[in-house]
C-alpha cells in the first residue's frame, strides 16, 4: 500500500497539501499565528471541513513545539491562563455543533468583524480599556467556540491583542504557544466525538516535515522585521484572509 492510498489522496492533491501547509507553517513562524486560517481556507478546496480539522489541530500542536525555541522568552503567560479559561468552555460547544451544523454563516460574522477593527487598526485605533481579566475570558470563550467549529479562533485572539496594543514579540510569542494548549485541548475532545480516524493520522504524518522547514523561514522573515512593519503585515494578512473566506463562502453556497 503507497502513501496515496494511506492519505486517500490523488498525486495532485497530495502536492496541493503539502504547498498549503508549507506556506501555513512559514505564516505562523513569522505571525505566531494563522496556520489554521490559511490551511483551513486552501485545504476547502479539496476536502471537507469536518475532514480538515481534525488534522489541522493536530498539526497546530506539533508546529508549537517546533516554534517553542524561538518564543519561550516572549510569553505573556497570565494572559494565556486568562484566555484558556474561556476557550475550556467554548471549544466543546463549537465542536459538538461542527458534526451538525455548517460552520460557514459563523465564518461569515468573524470574517466581518476581522475586516472592520483590521481596517480600524490600520487608522491608529486601539483600546487599552478592553484589556482586562473579564474580557479576557470572553475572548478565549468566543475563541473556543471557533477554533472547534472552524479553527479560526486564532483570529479573534490576535485581533484582541492589536487592539490592546499589545508588543509585537508578545503577541507572536503567547499566540503561539496560546494554540499548543488550545488545539491539544480541541484535538482531545474532537477524538472523544468520533471525528478522528486513521486517515487523518497518515495525512498528518505525511506533512510533519514542512512544518519545521516552514517555522524556521517565518522566524528569519520576524527577525528582520520592524514592529511598525510587523503590524501592518498581520493587518494586511488578516483583511485578505477574511476577504478570502467570504469568496469561499460565497462560492460554497
Same mark, same amino acid.
Given at each position: 500500500?503507497?502513501?496515496?492510498?494511506?492519505?486517500?489522496?490523488?498525486?495532485?492533491?497530495?502536492?496541493?497539501?503539502?504547498?498549503?501547509?508549507?506556506?501555513?507553517?512559514?505564516?505562523?513562524?513569522?505571525?505566531?499565528?494563522?496556520?489554521? +486560517?490559511?490551511?483551513?481556507?486552501?485545504?476547502?478546496?479539496?476536502?471537507?471541513?469536518?475532514?480538515?480539522?481534525?488534522?489541522?489541530?493536530?498539526?497546530?500542536?506539533?508546529?508549537?513545539?517546533?516554534?517553542?525555541?524561538?518564543?519561550?522568552?516572549?510569553?505573556?503567560?497570565?494572559?494565556?491562563?486568562?484566555?484558556?479559561?474561556?476557550?475550556?468552555?467554548?471549544?466543546?460547544?463549537?465542536?459538538?455543533?461542527?458534526?451538525?451544523?455548517?460552520?460557514?454563516?459563523?465564518?461569515?460574522?468573524?470574517?466581518?468583524?476581522?475586516?472592520?477593527?483590521?481596517?480600524?487598526?490600520?487608522?491608529?485605533?486601539?483600546?487599552?480599556?478592553?484589556?482586562?481579566?473579564?474580557?479576557?475570558?470572553?475572548?478565549?470563550?468566543?475563541?473556543?467556540?471557533?477554533?472547534?467549529?472552524?479553527?479560526?479562533?486564532?483570529?479573534?485572539?490576535?485581533?484582541?491583542?492589536?487592539?490592546?496594543?499589545?508588543?509585537? +514579540?508578545?503577541?507572536?510569542?503567547?499566540?503561539? +504557544?496560546?494554540?499548543?494548549?488550545?488545539? +491539544?485541548?480541541?484535538?482531545?475532545?474532537?477524538?472523544?466525538?468520533?471525528?478522528?480516524?486513521?486517515?487523518?493520522?497518515?495525512?498528518?504524518?505525511?506533512?510533519?516535515?514542512?512544518?519545521?522547514?516552514?517555522?524556521?523561514?517565518?522566524?528569519?522573515?520576524?527577525?528582520?522585521?520592524?514592529?511598525?512593519?510587523?503590524?501592518?503585515?498581520?493587518?494586511?494578512?488578516?483583511?485578505?484572509?477574511?476577504?478570502?473566506?467570504?469568496?469561499?463562502?460565497?462560492?460554497?453556497?
Amino acid at each position: 500500500m503507497d502513501i496515496l492510498s494511506l492519505v486517500n489522496l490523488t498525486l495532485n492533491q497530495f502536492f496541493f497539501v503539502i504547498l498549503i501547509i508549507l506556506i501555513a507553517s512559514i505564516v505562523r513562524g513569522f505571525n505566531g499565528f494563522g496556520f489554521s +486560517a490559511i490551511s483551513v481556507s486552501g485545504l476547502a478546496f479539496i476536502l471537507p471541513v469536518i475532514e480538515i480539522v481534525p488534522i489541522i489541530l493536530l498539526l497546530e500542536v506539533l508546529i508549537s513545539i517546533f516554534m517553542i525555541p524561538y518564543i519561550w522568552n516572549q510569553i505573556d503567560w497570565k494572559f494565556i491562563i486568562q484566555i484558556l479559561i474561556g476557550i475550556i468552555i467554548g471549544s466543546p460547544i463549537g465542536l459538538f455543533l461542527l458534526k451538525y451544523l455548517s460552520p460557514n454563516i459563523t465564518n461569515l460574522i468573524i470574517c466581518i468583524i476581522v475586516i472592520i477593527f483590521s481596517s480600524l487598526l490600520m487608522t491608529g485605533y486601539k483600546n487599552t480599556k478592553i484589556n482586562n481579566s473579564y474580557l479576557k475570558i470572553l475572548t478565549g470563550g468566543l475563541s473556543g467556540f471557533l477554533n472547534g467549529f472552524s479553527t479560526l479562533g486564532g483570529l479573534l485572539v490576535a485581533l484582541f491583542l492589536l487592539v490592546t496594543n499589545v508588543q509585537y +514579540a508578545l503577541i507572536r510569542g503567547s499566540l503561539a +504557544a496560546l494554540f499548543f494548549f488550545t488545539d +491539544a485541548y480541541a484535538f482531545i475532545l474532537s477524538f472523544f466525538i468520533g471525528i478522528i480516524d486513521m486517515t487523518v493520522i497518515y495525512r498528518t504524518i505525511s506533512v510533519i516535515i514542512f512544518l519545521p522547514i516552514g517555522v524556521y523561514i517565518g522566524d528569519k522573515f520576524f527577525i528582520k522585521t520592524k514592529e511598525t512593519t510587523y503590524k501592518k503585515i498581520v493587518l494586511y494578512f488578516l483583511i485578505f484572509i477574511s476577504i478570502f473566506g467570504i469568496i469561499k463562502i460565497y462560492l460554497d453556497l
